[in-house]
């Protein structure tokens, strides 16, 4: 298959952001999200007018999906191929891999699953109050990836072995000079229910949860037709969340937690939904001349 302007080099790595991932539904993170779905597991090139077709069903415009590919091909997903007057697009190898990682952080994705050791991670960085951009930057990057901040310039998090990703994030902002880390169990003095509430806002993701929960429960999917746009919105929601939700280990979360009910729905409807899917998007295949 011919690369195109489009093509991506073999070597390359497409362009993701975290950003990007929890943004609000796009053309863009919904095309994203039918490629993992069933571009991916189908392994065979799709023509444009598909695309067009599905994220139609979606009130996505021709405009805004046709310019949703090119962006998505710019980045290094999708290689292009011209047949006569119409084009075809194909995972590139880097592409499938990042899909494929995708994937699995998404399936493999459960809140309140986790084990513990009952050790913290603990950072402390210093950022002057006038450097306020900077402030805002540290901020952002360290909740995306997954800490909490009970106290100004204090960061924890129950995944120890995200002092990886937290050192990556203060080389980036040129921040190492200015931060320690510790790795410790709670003491006798104070709550840790407490310093968990100061740091994360589990009631803001709760409801998120629970929002989850109204939208997936008691869908009619008795169609291929119907059974591809749910489950297309339930794997494009639930994309969200492992952005969302710290993951906190079960014993730190509310009694109750909805997040373990949102991951069984997702479970169950994703396994209910795939083949009924997967038929309507070869349905939809087939209906291109």
Do not use: C
Not at 86 to 99: C, E, N, S
């Amino acid at each position: 298959m011919g690369s195109g302007a489009t093509g991506a080099g073999r070597g390359a790595r497409p362009t993701v952001t975290r950003r990007r991932e929890v943004s609000d539904a796009s053309a863009r993170s919904l095309l994203t999200t039918v490629l993992g779905e069933f571009v991916l597991p189908q392994g065979e090139p799709v023509w444009t007018q598909t695309i067009v077709d599905v994220l139609g069903r979606f009130d996505i415009e021709e405009k805004s999906a046709r310019q949703a590919l090119a962006r998505v091909a710019a980045e290094g997903w999708l290689s292009s191929e011209r047949v006569g007057r119409r084009v075809r697009w194909a995972l590139t190898p880097p592409g499938r891999r990042l899909l494929v990682e995708g994937a699995e952080r998404i399936y493999g994705f459960g809140s309140g699953n986790q084990q513990w050791d009952g050790r913290w991670l603990v950072v402390m960085v210093s950022v002057p109050e006038t450097k306020r951009e900077l402030r805002h930057r540290l901020r952002t990057r360290l909740s995306w990836a997954g800490f909490g901040s009970p106290e100004p310039g204090v960061w924890v998090s129950p995944h120890v072995g995200a002092e990886v990703e937290a050192k990556s994030i203060l080389e980036d902002l040129a921040l190492t000079s200015e931060v320690m880390s510790f790795i410790a169990t709670y003491g006798a003095l104070g709550d840790v229910q407490r310093m968990v509430a100061a740091a994360w806002d589990l009631q803001e993701v709760a409801d998120r949860y629970e929002g989850f929960i109204d939208q997936f429960s008691g869908l009619d999917t008795r169609t291929p037709e119907a059974a591809l746009r749910a489950q297309t919105r339930l794997v494009h929601e639930w994309r969200r969340f492992p952005f969302l939700d710290p993951q906190l280990p079960g014993e730190l979360l509310p009694s109750k937690w909805s997040g373990s009910r949102a991951t069984q729905l997702f479970n169950d409807n994703h396994s209910a939904w795939k083949e009924p899917a997967q038929q309507g998007w070869r349905e939809l295949l087939a209906q291109q001349p």
